[in-house]
């Protein structure tokens, strides 16, 4: 199992300017080879508190190439509906080569509804934009001379430059929420596939089909799973519950503000179900969290077993990313909690 640090910024100027949330982040960035971090993630959302601070991972990312050796550098995930692919290729590809080919690439179709309205894209459009999209970056990184008669976006005869570093094209993921249709899309694929941490028996269902898929497909090996929590790891539990639950639940209660639209009409046949899917967050608490073991807050101890349980329940996670700044978590805690995490920690599940 593979542990890495997830930066999904939810915070806006009256909490933390951002010249402060990216000299504390990309400081975190800096500890990562000496910890044993595997990679560093980033989000694209806009406008909003929740994932504001993150228009374009790909930036993010780049500063981070500058302050480590050998993390990898994961979008988590960019957003094919609102980015041109010609665009977008040669981003990836500049990225790939500035970093020496440590980029992997998330993509997500995006689900808030206020990001589709503020770039006048229509939500009906979400799953055509995101296949198409995909499609066409994919045949620009890999070949030469590419031309495409999109819906969408269309050109003729492009050399994307620069070309990418990793050949055909750096790692793909695709980020999957409930839907077991984009769970199978990534292993039919051939993506890596990063999740939220859902209920265990619904988690095993969906990683289940994914790696079902996988397998028919005739890709080689098992396909791989990321998982993201909430983490606060301390001396003992009262310090880290102390710590840990205002942060993560201010991260939630951004997250139920920036989705409420799905509560108060939004609706697509491309998201079934997101209406009772964001009811439940916004009912949602880091203490249930803890309490269900998809929340990482408490001592040594305590979170290596919530770990353990929860990989075994879900039927094994190849990756953990890590939330170890949610909301306005002050530096110090988080270098702390993620020093401490390394040292007591993944040591004992290194062989999960």
């Not at 929740?50 to 995930?77: D, H, M, V």
């Not at 993201?228 to 201010?250: I, Q, S, V």
Request: glycine fraction near 10%; aromatic fraction near 10%.
């Amino acid at each position: 199992m593979q542990f890495g640090l997830n930066f999904f910024p939810c915070v806006g100027p009256a909490e933390r300017s951002a010249e402060q949330y990216f000299r504390e982040a990309l400081h975190l960035c800096g500890l990562t080879d000496e910890l044993g971090y595997t990679h560093i993630r980033q989000v694209e959302h806009y406008f909003k508190p929740y994932g504001g601070y993150s228009p374009n991972p790909l930036i993010f990312l780049t500063a981070a190439a500058q302050r480590t050796k050998n993390t990898r550098l994961i979008t988590g995930a960019v957003l094919p509906a609102f980015n041109h692919p010609l665009k977008m290729a040669g981003e990836i590809g500049m990225l790939d080569g500035i970093s020496g080919g440590r980029l992997e690439v998330g993509f997500a179709r995006a689900f808030l509804p206020h990001e589709f309205a503020a770039f006048g894209v229509s939500l009906d459009e979400s799953r055509r934009r995101f296949t198409e999209g995909l499609a066409q970056i994919t045949s620009l990184l890999k070949d030469e001379n590419v031309s495409s008669q999109g819906e969408f976006h269309s050109f003729a005869n492009i050399t994307s430059l620069p070309r990418p570093t990793q050949r055909p094209h750096p790692p793909f993921w695709i980020a999957a929420t409930n839907t077991p249709e984009t769970f199978a899309f990534a292993g039919t694929h051939g993506c890596k596939v990063m999740a939220i941490p859902l209920e265990p028996n619904k988690m095993r269902e969906l990683i289940g089909t994914y790696r079902e898929a996988w397998k028919k497909a005739g890709h080689p090996g098992n396909g791989h799973v990321m998982n993201t929590f909430f983490m606060c790891c301390a001396p003992t539990r009262e310090e880290a519950m102390a710590a840990g639950l205002g942060p993560c639940n201010g991260h939630l209660r951004g997250l139920a503000e920036s989705a409420k639209e799905w509560l108060t009409g939004a609706s697509t046949k491309d998201y079934p179900g997101y209406d009772k899917l964001i009811a439940h967050v916004s009912s949602d608490t880091a203490e249930r969290q803890v309490e269900a073991g998809s929340a990482f807050i408490g001592s040594p101890a305590d979170i290596a077993e919530m770990i353990r349980s929860y990989n075994d329940k879900v039927g094994g996670i190849d990756s953990v990313s890590l939330h170890f700044t949610p909301s306005t978590m002050p530096v110090e805690i988080a270098e702390r909690s993620l020093r401490l995490f390394s040292r007591e920690v993944m040591p004992k599940l290194a062989a999960l």
